[in-house]
């Protein structure tokens, strides 16, 4: 089993729709959670990053953890075309800051 | 031109064969990483430095040599490709391990015959 379980889709939504995308972690050592976008045949870029529960908005994007039930969720408010993408979670325990990586969840908004 | 950056984009080669892959950032970033890319795997860590001379193995280092004596390269090296290295691989650079970005370039597509 992997430290970090996400869902690899697809998720196919229509424009305007509310996407909820989620990961479970098995580490409770985890402390930092990412959310990296990647479009297709390109590096990823951070999206969202949060330290220990709670939730963190960022324009159309919300990221909340859940410590108690290790679940990661990635909100995205009005979602567009150019949302599109894969959609990757990561976490990362303090001692050593290096994030473990979800699979990824293919992301696809049609107009 | 600032940032991360990987060479070749592509490249194909047989088995047997040594490759290696160039990754090259111009923040100055003490951690730089190594991860391969795979469907139905996500991304996996090959091998990471936390500062030049300073390499330690990832997830799946076997295969994969690494080096880093110059703060801003960290070369990645298959001694002698096999068909399972066929992958994407990604350099990604970071600078103070607990609030600072991780980086990604832009993948180096590798195919081995």
């Known amino acids: 089993q992997k430290e970090v379980e996400q869902d690899p889709g697809p998720l196919s939504v229509p424009e305007g729709a509310i996407v909820s995308l989620n990961c479970t972690y098995s580490?409770?050592?985890?402390?930092?959670f990412m959310w990296y976008r990647q479009y297709s045949r390109k590096g990823p870029e951070l999206l969202m990053y949060t330290y220990s529960s709670g939730n963190k908005e960022d324009g159309r994007f919300t990221a909340q953890v859940d410590k108690s039930s290790k679940y990661i969720s990635l909100f995205i408010r009005d979602s567009q075309p150019s949302d599109s993408a894969t959609y990757l979670c990561?976490?990362?325990?303090?001692?050593?800051?290096?994030?473990?990586f979800g699979r990824g969840t293919s992301l696809i908004v049609h107009p | 031109d600032a940032g991360i950056t990987q060479s070749p984009r592509y490249k194909i080669t047989e088995t047997g064969r040594q490759v290696t892959l160039m990754c090259h950032q111009t923040w100055s970033h003490s951690y730089m990483f190594w991860y391969r890319q795979d469907l139905g795997h996500g991304l996996r860590l090959i091998y990471y430095s936390a500062a030049a001379d300073i390499t330690d193995k990832g997830e799946v280092p076997d295969g994969y040599v690494v080096s880093r004596s110059k703060t801003e390269n960290f070369p990645l090296t298959l001694e002698s490709a096999t068909r399972s290295q066929t992958s994407v691989y990604f350099c990604?650079?970071?600078?103070?391990?607990?609030?600072?970005?991780?980086?990604f370039g832009p993948g180096t597509r590798l195919t081995v015959l």
């Open positions: 990604a650079s970071r600078g103070s391990p607990s609030t600072d970005t991780q980086y």
């Open positions: 990561a976490t990362a325990s303090g001692g050593s800051y290096i994030p473990t």
């Open positions: 580490n409770s050592a985890f402390q930092y």
